[in-house]
């Protein structure tokens, strides 16, 4: 137990260190790069987006930070002997890492939970603050939409000639209302709007107003009724949103798993192509295992003394391995988005190869 300890707190003392070092040089790296654009910005806007975007640098630094982490701590205890030392009183090398291999589980889970609850939030905010500049990384933000048909339930199909969700405004709007299948109501307006009664601004009880059109009904005798109209509202006509028809949170960095299904059940309604919130969907569940993984790698390489190679060389093969399986991770994920494969093998592929790749590597070194 006390071993378990003394490595545990190496190891700990190590990786805040790797990790705290490497979002400094993420961060650097980023304000320089962008400097252009800060500079043309309050100082507000920039500690507010680089608060924001700390949780996913944190996010996307932990599996190489874990890597470095492993290798210094395991590398330098077996340079030492000290490794050696422990298996020679008879406990196994399995045993003696079971601890570290822990650590690399709850990790991977606390990345899954901060991808359910924190960088939502955080990305969203940090693209927002991004978008009235230039960054190196533009990120496509869609407020504005034109000749679009959206089919926001099995009752109710929208067409578009154009749609402002910053406005919440649309210009030529055709709404049809089906029953059973049939055309029960057909609205034709030159605008329409999102309204709030009274004073009360918030999203929850606003409601569409149609302007300047004509209502139609389709009767069960074959005749149609006309008419027309100056204003209309939609209050509990239709239950769609201003966010069903744009949602404002349009990557799966944005989004947590429920507003990833919500969103590739609403492009499923309109018959878009939901590959690539698919691929982001998988992505969620098992991007969090690179930690485990990456762990695991570092582990077997360090963990047993050689004479052959020191610390500096188990660390460059470490890096060489892990950025191999970022490559694989990222071509994975291209390939599930661009349809070559299904969502899932595309979100995954990385994982099982290189997480084969890493318990062969575990099960080789112990029986060395």
């Known amino acids: 137990m006390k071993f378990t300890w003394y490595m545990f707190g190496i190891f700990l003392k190590i990786f805040l260190m790797m990790t705290l070092g490497a979002i400094m040089i993420f961060a650097v790296i980023d304000f320089v790069g962008n400097i252009r654009m800060w500079l043309s910005r309050g100082m507000q806007d920039t500690l507010e987006y680089y608060l924001n975007y700390l949780p996913y640098i944190l996010y996307l630094i932990l599996p190489i930070s874990l890597l470095i982490s492993v ?103 055709i709404l049809l209302c089906l029953h059973n299948g049939d055309v029960a109501e057909r609205y034709d307006a030159e605008n329409m709007i999102w309204a709030h009664p009274g004073k009360d601004t918030s999203s929850a009880n606003g409601f569409w107003e149609m302007r300047q059109g004509f209502r139609r009904r389709f009767l069960s005798d074959g005749s149609i009724q006309v008419e027309p109209f100056a204003k209309m509202s939609l209050k509990g006509v239709v239950p769609t949103r201003p966010e069903d028809i744009i949602f404002a949170r349009q990557t799966g960095d944005e989004m947590n798993t429920s507003m990833i299904r919500q969103r590739i059940s609403a492009q499923k309604r309109s018959g878009e192509d939901t590959a690539v919130l698919e691929t982001q969907l998988y992505f969620k569940y098992s991007g969090p295992f690179m930690a485990l993984i990456t762990l695991m790698i570092g582990a077997a390489l360090s963990h047993r003394y050689s004479r052959s190679g020191g610390i500096s060389t188990k660390f460059g093969i470490g890096l060489f391995i892990s950025f191999g399986y970022y ?26 190869v290189f997480g084969f790749f890493a318990l062969l590597m575990l099960v080789r070194s112990f029986r060395l």
């Open 327 to 352: 490559i694989v991770f990222k071509i994975g994920l291209q390939m599930g988005e661009g349809g070559v494969v299904s969502p899932m093998l595309g979100a995954w592929i990385g994982n099982i």
């Open 71 to 173: 290798v210094v701590t395991l590398g330098g205890m077996s340079r030492h002997l000290e490794l050696t030392a422990i298996q020679g009183a008879g406990r196994s090398g399995l045993v003696m890492l079971r601890p570290l291999l822990v650590l690399g589980l709850a990790l991977s889970f606390g990345m899954y939970w901060m991808g359910e609850t924190i960088l939502p939030d955080a990305n969203f905010r940090r693209l927002e603050l991004a978008q009235p500049g230039s960054t190196r990384k533009k990120v496509s933000r869609v407020k504005e939409k034109s000749q679009f048909v959206f089919v926001s339930s099995d009752k109710h199909s929208w067409y578009f000639q154009f749609y402002s969700s910053q406005l919440q405004e649309a210009r030529k709007v």
